[in-house]
T-cell receptor, first 116, second 111 residues
Framework: DAGVIQSPRHEVTEMGQEVTLRCKPI?????LFWYRQTMMRGLELLIY????????DSGMPEDRFSAKMPNASFSTLKIQPSEPRDSAVYFC??????????????FGNGTRLTVT | GQQVMQIPQYQHVQEGEDFTTYCNSS?????IQWYKQRPGGHPVFLIQ???SGEVKKQKRLTFQFGEAKKNSSLHITATQTTDVGTYFC???????????WGAGTKLIIKP
């Protein structure tokens, strides 16, 4: 089991540029979550998918943020245009519903985004 | 809205001393999960408690779930440098497939 795989590990970009973060969940997991972590706000849930369908995107801060899950093994989080306040660590996590509601989350290593 | 409060925010201990972090929910929880995040790392699931009054142990770590299922604690006996990190509790929102996270307690070992 390779775990949740995220890329890139680090991203430095200039304000106004488009940023795309990628995630491969654990095979067989049917829930996928995107979180953002900052010192000020802690861990924030941005959006989650069940069986590739977005269920709750109420945590997405603005229309500049979008997420897709075209298939069970791939998801993207896109920020366009990026702003300095988007600087944070973005985590992808997956879980399996067979464990029951609120099964443990398996997190990827995260993408540290810096927008200058 | 539903909140999970976690205290303290930081705890500085000498190696070998004990460490405790507490979580309190504004509502009754069906379960509570604990995660550990090492510096520069990602949260890693430690344990889930489901039953009222449940106590579980993992080596030097003891996890408790309150009788009313609104509070929980994690106690580490005789801390080691490998215990350094931030410990989070998280409980289900009750309305959707979401976890409400505590702010975390950072365990710092004094040099």
């Amino acid at each position: 089991d390779a775990g949740v795989i995220q890329s890139p590990r680090h991203e430095v970009t200039e304000m106004g540029q488009e940023v795309t973060l990628r995630c491969k969940p654990i095979s067989g997991h049917d829930y996928l979550f995107w979180y953002r972590q900052t010192m000020m706000r802690g861990l924030e849930l941005l959006i989650y998918f069940n069986n590739n369908v977005p269920i709750d995107d109420s945590g997405m801060p603005e229309d500049r943020f979008s997420a897709k899950m075209p298939n069970a093994s791939f998801s993207t989080l896109k920020i366009q245009p990026s702003e300095p306040r988007d600087s944070a660590v973005y985590f992808c996590a997956s879980s399996a519903s067979r464990g029951g509601w609120n099964s443990p989350l398996h997190f990827g290593n995260g993408t540290r985004l810096t927008v200058t | 809205g539903q909140q999970v409060m976690q205290i303290p925010q930081y705890q500085h201990v000498q190696e070998g001393e004990d460490f405790t972090t507490y979580c309190n929910s504004s509502t009754t929880l069906s379960n509570i999960q604990w995660y550990k995040q090492r510096p520069g790392g990602h949260p890693v699931f430690l344990i889930q408690l489901v039953k009222s009054g449940e106590v579980k142990k993992q080596k030097r770590l003891t996890f408790q779930f309150g009788e009313a299922k609104k509070n929980s604690s994690l106690h580490i006996t005789a801390t080691q440098t490998t215990d350094v990190g931030t410990y989070f509790c998280a409980g289900p929102s009750g309305s959707n497939y979401q976890l409400i996270w505590g702010a975390g307690t950072k365990l710092i070992i004094k040099p």
